[in-house]
């Protein structure tokens, strides 16, 4: 992953890796990486209540839209919503640069508020 960004980073291009992977040393080598390549880098954690996240995830069991769901499906289980959320938070809280946003609203909102929010920083 971190080559594949290096790579599109080079290439100009811009490159988000949306995904929970509960490695502390991972969004710290994603900011090496972009303070190597003259990149901005942004952590940014998508919160929402647990109740949102457990449906979110019932929803993508009965309706899988993409081929990995099944192998995260295997990790994750919906009524786990609360230890995931906690785990996340214990991951992140007093990290310096984490960028929290809500992420109740469906996925273009999300993104749309996103943009907004990092053009503005």
Do not use: K, M
Not at 13 to 42: H, K, N
Request: net charge negative.
């Amino acid at each position: 992953v971190l080559e594949q960004a290096r790579t599109e980073l080079e290439a100009g291009r811009s490159v988000i890796i949306g995904q929970y992977l509960a490695r502390p040393e991972f969004p710290a080598a994603l900011a090496e990486l972009a303070d190597q390549v003259s990149a901005r880098f942004t952590h940014v954690v998508l919160e929402l209540p647990a109740a949102d996240l457990q449906r979110r995830l019932r929803s993508r069991r009965r309706a899988p839209t993409r081929p990995e769901q099944a192998a995260n499906d295997a990790g994750v289980d919906p009524a786990d919503a609360e230890q995931l959320i906690a785990s996340v938070d214990a991951l992140t809280c007093g990290v310096e640069g984490v960028l929290r946003l809500e992420a109740s609203e469906d996925l273009a909102a999300t993104l749309s508020r996103l943009e907004r929010t990092l053009d503005a920083e």
